[in-house]
């Protein structure tokens, strides 16, 4: 299989080093053309959104799996804009990589695939027309996957605490979900290998407040945690108080049903404490 990233993230470049050996030809796209160089072996194009390069277009066209994790823009989705035509009549795998954001605010309430989506925010009204828009352009045969707070090396409660920078925001009733970096990439394995298409919630066993995320890490490290601070009157930028104003218990069971997923790291524990043994925050 051939394999083309549109967007070589933080999570698109973990599923290639876990799973890049499956495919015979690695490629993908990257805003910045040197920052490239931590996956040896890998084809990277610049693409911001422009016109892309007539090679770009070919190895897209070529492409056996489409992994997309571009995120969409005010004026819709980049990699649609860019690469519909190519898209049209094609059979090959296309795997989205969304948000669970798209669910809303439920309160703390469980929620599935089957809960329709709310878009109270700019960004998720954007989201769920990307999520239509590559629906519609593979004729349902898209695989959805709608991620949870993304956590991994480099990039966990452990590594801000020793940065200085975590915080315990405290606002009544608030959960999220979360998913370690390792089960995204064995999501999207999976996703790849299913037939036809459908939306997945990629999302740990347990939400839970993020102030138990801050404290826990503080446990294994040995450290006080930083003090409680109220939402309420807590100095946080506009974007991130917004990813407050939504709560809500998100379900993976069809994730695990239909996809076969066993989670690696079920619960924020399990993920912080393999990465405390790995050296992270140390």
């Not at 990629?202 to 993020?210: H, R």
Request: charge should be positive.
């Amino acid at each position: 299989m051939r394999l083309f990233i549109l967007g070589l993230g933080y999570s698109a470049r973990h599923f290639v080093r876990k799973h890049g050996d499956s495919f015979s030809h690695v490629a993908g796209t990257v805003r910045d053309p040197a920052q490239r160089n931590d996956l040896a072996g890998l084809e990277a194009h610049p693409f911001s959104g422009s016109r892309p390069s007539r090679e770009m277009v070919q190895r897209i066209r070529d492409a056996d799996v489409l992994l997309v994790s571009i995120p969409p823009g005010s004026s819709g989705d980049p990699a649609i804009a860019a690469f519909g035509d190519v898209l049209q009549g094609s059979r090959r795998r296309v795997v989205y990589l969304s948000t669970i954001g798209v669910y809303g605010d439920h309160g703390g309430a469980w929620v599935d695939e089957s809960t329709p989506p709310q878009a109270t925010l700019d960004r998720t009204r954007m989201r769920i027309a990307a999520e239509q828009a590559w629906t519609e352009a593979t004729g349902g045969d898209a695989a959805i996957l709608r991620l949870a707070g993304i956590y991994g090396p480099g990039r966990n409660a452990l590594a801000t605490l020793r940065a200085g920078t975590a915080r315990r925001i405290i606002k009544p009733g608030q959960v999220f979900n979360r998913i370690h970096v390792d089960d995204i990439a064995s999501a999207i394995m999976a996703a790849v290998h299913h037939p036809g298409g459908g939306v997945w919630n990629v999302c740990d066993d347990e939400p839970a407040p993020p102030q138990d995320v801050i404290a826990y890490a503080a446990k294994l490290m040995g450290v006080s945690p930083p003090p409680e601070e109220a939402f309420a009157t807590a100095e946080m930028s506009a974007m991130a108080r917004s990813f407050y104003a939504s709560s809500a218990r998100v379900s993976n069971a069809k994730l695990k049903r239909e996809l076969g997923i066993a989670l690696a790291y079920p619960t924020y524990r399990h993920g912080l404490d393999a990465l405390w043994r790995a050296g992270e925050g140390r």
